[in-house]
């Protein structure tokens, strides 16, 4: 080993320093990051990263990408909503409710199809379903905790209701004849979404928009247009309109 004298190690202590310096400038510089790189990348916005959102029930819509979790997070599948001791949930065979928290059910709409959604409304409840007498999704109401049922799209259902359905829909012992074809058109009455109540209104997704009903679904008024072939789900936050669109209706 060798032995330096405290001459040597002095005279060239300021040489060490600096190359020492001169190292730690150059580790820095290479995990430096120009300011503007800092900035939080803007992710692309697509249609069902946004929504429309009314808060004068549906006269106005604003488009947003501040969507609570909750609704942007909704997907297809079974939905319920619980009301003075009754449950009304969605199910592959149509409408179910329970009143005793879901320890017995009972089919309440069927008509070959599944349920599509179910809402709470102001002395009960709303519902969609597929009939597949008519080809299409119906939406009906209760007032009586759900034991009977009223139709309330009339007016968004076509003259005809005699439809085709293509094979989006895979039906449980349901056979079509040669006058409706596998690749024929769905119907749009078939892509209804959701139904929401606001203060007294009907709200409904449907694939030419969202429509509003002031006199319990006798009559409907178009408020916003669809837009990409999508079709609107509906939610409500407070006194809050959320309209997300989505593909299918789901």
């Not at 759900?146 to 293509?166: K, M, V, Y």
């Not at 596998?182 to 429509?211: D, Q, R, T, W």
């Not at 002031?214 to 959320?242: E, H, N």
Request: with cysteine; proline share 6%; aromatic share 8%.
């Amino acid at each position: 080993m060798k032995i330096y004298s405290s001459a040597f190690v002095l005279l060239f202590l300021p040489l060490a320093i600096e190359v020492a310096n001169e190292s730690t400038l150059v580790q820095h510089s290479a995990v430096a990051t120009p300011q503007e790189h800092l900035l939080p990348l803007q992710a692309p916005t697509d249609a069902e990263s946004m929504a429309f959102i009314s808060s004068d029930a549906g006269n106005t819509w604003q488009e947003t990408t501040a969507i609570p979790p909750a609704i942007a997070q909704q997907t297809a599948g079974n939905k319920q909503v619980q009301s003075a001791g009754v449950i009304i949930a969605t199910g592959q065979l149509g409408i179910k409710r329970s009143t005793d928290n879901g320890a017995h059910w009972e089919w309440v709409i069927s008509e070959g199809g599944v349920g599509i959604d179910v809402a709470k409304i102001n002395g009960g409840f709303a519902a969609i379903t597929f009939s597949t007498q008519s080809h299409t999704r119906r939406i009906r109401v209760s007032y009586d905790g759900g034991i009977n049922w009223q139709p309330i799209d009339e007016a968004l259902q076509p003259a005809s209701t005699q439809r085709s359905i293509n094979n989006l829909f895979t039906l449980a012992k349901q056979s079509y004849s040669a006058s409706h074809p596998n690749n024929a058109p769905l119907p749009e009455e078939a892509m209804i979404s959701s139904i929401i109540e606001v203060e007294g209104n009907f709200y409904c997704g449907h694939p030419k928009g969202v429509f509003k009903s002031a006199d319990k679904g006798k009559t409907w008024q178009l408020l916003l247009p669809s837009k990409a072939g999508k079709v609107y789900t509906l939610s409500v936050l407070g006194k809050q309109i959320y309209a997300v669109p989505r593909h299918g209706g789901c």
